[in-house]
């Protein structure tokens, strides 16, 4: 008979496996509405491991925005990579594309929404400006796009996070037509 060791967890996995499913945690209930307990609940780990890894709620939930921050980066450089003109509408076409499958994601979406929500913590409010100046610079450097087309860009995605949240594609009706643009 074969007796097999069990091979602990290293704490980056442990880490990881926290960030997955606190993801799914924060984003139902927001940060104000999830406590440190329902994590490590919804992790399979005591809330003491929890705080060995993450050294408080905020730190944890500040992963998480830094997480959604580097998704939506390495979507909107996957998307520029594949444009294969110079045409800053063209790339911001790409750009928004990838977008839209990234916030399509409604874990993602949420954090980034609940984030901006309760950016009046210091950490948090700091992690969201952080997203913020990353995305702006990163597309400025790879759309060759002018000042208000970037404003655009962000604008119509801030207006895109609203219409996914509420579900608007499944709604029929004036309104929801105008903000979809269709």
């Known amino acids: 008979m074969e007796t097999r060791t069990r091979q602990r967890s290293t704490a980056d996995e442990r880490r990881a496996t926290v960030m997955r499913t606190a993801i799914k945690t924060f984003a139902a209930r927001g940060y104000y509405g999830t406590s440190t307990t329902d994590v490590a609940k919804a992790a399979g780990i005591s809330q003491g491991y929890l705080y060995r890894l993450f050294k408080d709620k905020e730190t944890l939930f500040v992963a998480l925005v830094d997480y959604c921050s580097d998704r939506l980066r390495e979507s909107v450089a996957a998307a520029a990579a594949t444009v294969r003109s110079t045409d800053p509408q063209a790339v911001m076409q790409a750009l928004t594309a990838s977008y839209d499958e990234v916030i399509a994601d ?77």
């Open 106 to 182: 409604r874990d993602v979406l949420m954090i980034l929404m609940h984030a901006q929500g309760c950016a009046g913590e210091p950490g948090i409010g700091e992690a969201v400006r952080r997203c913020y100046a990353k995305q702006v610079e990163y597309v400025r450097a790879v759309s060759g796009a002018s000042e208000e087309q970037i404003r655009r860009y962000f604008a119509d995605a801030l207006l895109s996070n609203v219409l996914v949240a509420i579900d608007a594609a499944a709604v029929d009706a004036p309104w929801a037509r105008t903000l979809r643009g269709r």
